[in-house]
């Protein structure tokens, strides 16, 4: 990510309408790619560049390079408005985006998009107008704005239409609804800003039946978590409403919503690493500036937020570059914040989604909830491992889905420390979990035909207990994968496998199984930053119509 300053810029936002940025992918390696030219407004000449080497020009690639410059822009212009700075840059992009945008809906948009205006999805036009809008509000009655007043409007009538069409089409609870509910609010706090007037709209975007309150209801479980049960969308939703609240006194937001917060918090590490559980980015820079928002905009609503760790990790996985936006968003509420202090981690903690076990420095997660709809992956009963910095076996989140191939790859059960039956994926399914004590077991039938299968996962003394039992109604390979993303050594010591898991944090496991059992290390895909980074995994594998594996995990030594 190209730096930002709080100096007047010398480039210009792209000329042009944008694209999909899940196309910004190289398609031979599968990494998203590099973040080059953005504050230049010019596609780099010769095409942008991977990791690996190659330049990538293709259309889609350049569409996809103006939809993050343009974002790119929309912050930095937010940025300079702290500073009574950026009135001329908002003025010049509402001419631009009316003249790209005077034609209606983007013509290039996928057959299954909601098509946007300025972007391909009406969902990236909410994501780049939110900021824009908020910019819009600081600077209001210290410059003349007059002229982003058709864009504004404009905003606030394509957030009614998209949000319409989702309630049409039955799709409220979608993660799209919120972002277009906080267009509506913000953009049209915004006009009202520069015209001044009061704002009218909080029935229709807010409090009403279709507003943000009604969305988090319905979008969410009593437990907090998003019914996606993606870290990352459920950040993108929280983030949505947090950002419709400025102005709004927490006292008066549903409790949901600081559910939400605590339940984002009950899974991250002691050092803040957040699981990247079903679709969303392992790493990348973008997502740890929306956690950083989330963290300045959750500790001015509650003061249990419990996600000091979180921002600390994201602060250092941007670097040097950080522009400090985020510390500037002081007074954001028009109330205190709601009084609470961060729940103690217990040694388990049940959601509807995971099982948080915690034991002798170990942090697990097993997945045991609803599939998640079209972001959900097919890791039913994985157990992904953490020390507090270090990600031994981690969920290896998903690449841009641009890129079919990979994308599919990272959705399977292959990619996942979970059981596969005959090497194939399971179909979509639910377990049932169950608590006794320290203990958690998840049961799971169906999702293989004649298939039954519960994984119990122990807080023990010091160590975390794993034990898989598989029936099944024939003879079948009947496989436990490891996908550990750090240095990964086994060893067969008699009817033992030992393992040793390095990191910051040195991870020691002990391994016995029933029946016929044979252990494999194969090479394979690291986690989804990067498809090309080879990891030690290991397959232990039973033919048969039975088979039961346990595990016994201890940080630092047997």
């Given at each position: 990510?190209?730096?930002?300053?709080?100096?007047?810029?010398?480039?210009?936002?792209?000329?042009?309408?944008?694209?999909?940025?899940?196309?910004?992918?190289?398609?031979?390696?599968?990494?998203?790619?590099?973040?080059?030219?953005?504050?230049?407004?010019?596609?780099?000449?010769?095409?942008?560049?991977?990791?690996?080497g190659?330049?990538?020009?293709?259309?889609?690639?350049?569409?996809?390079?103006?939809?993050?410059?343009?974002?790119?822009?929309?912050?930095?212009?937010?940025?300079?408005?702290?500073?009574?700075?950026?009135?001329?840059?908002?003025?010049?992009?509402?001419?631009?985006?009316?003249?790209?945008?005077?034609?209606?809906?983007?013509?290039?948009?996928?057959?299954?998009?909601?098509?946007?205006r300025?972007?391909?999805?009406?969902?990236t036009?909410?994501?780049?107008?939110?900021?824009?809008?908020?910019?819009?509000?600081?600077?209001?009655?210290?410059?003349?704005?007059?002229?982003?007043?058709?864009?504004?409007?404009?905003?606030?009538?394509?957030?009614?239409?998209?949000?319409?069409?989702?309630?049409?089409?039955?799709?409220?609870?979608?993660?799209?609804?919120?972002?277009?509910?906080?267009?509506?609010?913000?953009?049209?706090?915004?006009?009202?800003?520069?015209?001044?007037?009061?704002?009218?709209?909080?029935?229709?975007?807010?409090?009403?039946?279709?507003?943000?309150?009604?969305?988090?209801?319905?979008?969410?479980?009593?437990?907090?978590?998003?019914?996606?049960?993606?870290?990352?969308?459920?950040?993108?939703?929280?983030?949505?409403?947090?950002?419709?609240?400025?102005?709004?006194?927490p006292?008066?937001?549903?409790?949901?919503?600081?559910?939400?917060?605590?339940?984002?918090?009950?899974?991250?590490t002691?050092?803040?690493?957040?699981?990247?559980?079903?679709?969303?980015?392992?790493?990348?820079?973008?997502?740890?500036?929306?956690?950083?928002?989330?963290?300045?905009?959750?500790?001015?609503?509650?003061?249990?937020?419990?996600?000091?760790?979180?921002?600390?990790?994201?602060?250092?996985?941007?670097?040097?570059?950080?522009?400090?936006?985020?510390?500037?968003?002081?007074?954001?509420?028009?109330?205190p914040?709601?009084s609470?202090?961060?729940?103690?981690?217990?040694?388990?903690?049940?959601?509807?989604?995971?099982?948080?076990?915690?034991?002798?420095?170990?942090?697990?997660?097993?997945?045991?909830?609803?599939?998640?709809?079209?972001?959900?992956?097919?890791?039913?009963?994985?157990?992904?491992?953490?020390?507090?910095?270090?990600?031994?076996?981690?969920?290896?989140?998903?690449?841009?889905?641009?890129h079919?191939?990979?994308?599919?790859?990272?959705?399977?059960?292959?990619?996942?420390?979970?059981?596969?039956?005959?090497?194939?994926?399971?179909?979509?399914?639910?377990?049932?979990?169950?608590?006794?004590g320290?203990?958690v077991?998840?049961?799971?039938?169906?999702?293989?035909?004649?298939?039954?299968?519960?994984r119990?996962?122990?807080?023990?003394?010091?160590?975390?207990?794993?034990?898989?039992?598989?029936?099944?109604?024939?003879?079948?390979?009947?496989?436990?994968?490891?996908?550990?993303?750090?240095?990964?050594?086994?060893?067969?010591?008699?009817?033992?496998?030992?393992?040793?898991?390095?990191?910051?944090?040195?991870l020691?496991?002990?391994?016995?199984?029933?029946?016929?059992?044979?252990?494999v290390?194969?090479?394979?895909?690291?986690?989804?930053?990067?498809?090309?980074?080879?990891?030690?995994?290991?397959?232990?594998?039973?033919?048969?119509?039975?088979a039961?594996?346990?595990?016994?995990?201890?940080?630092?030594?047997?």
């Open positions: 990510m190209a730096p930002l300053t709080e100096q007047p810029p010398s480039g210009h936002p792209p000329s042009g309408r944008g694209g999909w940025w899940h196309q910004y992918v190289c398609p031979a390696h599968g990494v998203e790619l590099d973040h080059v030219g953005f504050e230049t407004g010019e596609f780099p000449a010769g095409g942008v560049p991977c990791k690996y190659c330049r990538v020009e293709t259309e889609a690639v350049r569409g996809a390079w103006r939809v993050l410059a343009h974002h790119w822009w929309a912050r930095r212009i937010r940025l300079l408005s702290y500073d009574g700075q950026g009135a001329d840059l908002l003025t010049s992009y509402a001419r631009l985006y009316l003249e790209l945008t005077k034609e209606g809906e983007h013509e290039q948009a996928q057959g299954w998009m909601q098509r946007g300025l972007f391909h999805q009406a969902l036009d909410a994501v780049w107008g939110v900021p824009i809008a908020h910019a819009v509000r600081t600077l209001a009655g210290t410059a003349d704005l007059s002229e982003t007043l058709p864009m504004l409007d404009d905003m606030v009538d394509g957030a009614r239409r998209a949000r319409d069409a989702m309630v049409a089409q039955d799709k409220f609870s979608s993660n799209y609804t919120a972002w277009f509910n906080a267009l509506g609010v913000t953009a049209g706090q915004a006009a009202t800003a520069v015209r001044g007037e009061a704002w009218d709209g909080e029935k229709e975007w807010l409090t009403g039946e279709h507003g943000q309150f009604a969305h988090l209801e319905v979008s969410t479980g009593e437990d907090g978590w998003e019914w996606e049960a993606s870290t990352y969308y459920h950040g993108f939703v929280l983030r949505a409403y947090l950002l419709s609240l400025r102005g709004h006194d006292a008066a937001v549903p409790d949901r919503l600081e559910a939400m917060i605590a339940a984002l918090a009950g899974i991250a002691d050092d803040g690493i957040l699981p990247a559980l079903h679709d969303g980015p392992y790493l990348r820079v973008p997502l740890a500036l929306e956690w950083l928002e989330i963290v300045a905009l959750a500790r001015q609503f509650t003061t249990g937020h419990g996600l000091d760790a979180v921002a600390s990790r994201a602060r250092a996985e941007v670097g040097p570059t950080y522009d400090g936006l985020e510390d500037r968003y002081d007074g954001w509420f028009a109330g914040p709601r609470g202090k961060p729940r103690e981690p217990e040694a388990v903690e049940l959601t509807n989604s995971y099982a948080v076990i915690r034991a002798g420095g170990i942090h697990a997660v097993l997945d045991h909830g609803p599939h998640g709809g079209s972001h959900g992956h097919h890791d039913k009963l994985a157990l992904y491992l953490y020390g507090a910095t270090t990600p031994w076996q981690p969920d290896p989140g998903q690449v841009p889905y641009g079919a191939e990979w994308r599919r790859y990272y959705k399977s059960a292959a990619a996942h420390p979970t059981i596969r039956i005959d090497g194939v994926d399971p179909a979509e399914a639910t377990g049932v979990v169950t608590r006794d320290a203990s077991s998840a049961e799971i039938s169906g999702w293989y035909d004649g298939v039954r299968a519960i119990t996962v122990t807080a023990g003394n010091g160590e975390l207990i794993d034990e898989v039992r598989v029936e099944a109604d024939r003879d079948r390979e009947i496989v436990l994968q490891f996908r550990p993303d750090v240095d990964f050594a086994v060893q067969v010591v008699g009817d033992e496998v030992h393992t040793v898991w390095s990191g910051a944090e040195v020691h496991g002990r391994h016995v199984a029933e029946g016929n059992a044979v252990s290390t194969r090479p394979g895909p690291g986690p989804a930053d990067d498809p090309q980074r080879t990891r030690i995994g290991l397959d232990w594998t039973v033919v048969g119509t039975t039961t594996f346990r595990s016994v995990y201890r940080v630092g030594g047997h």
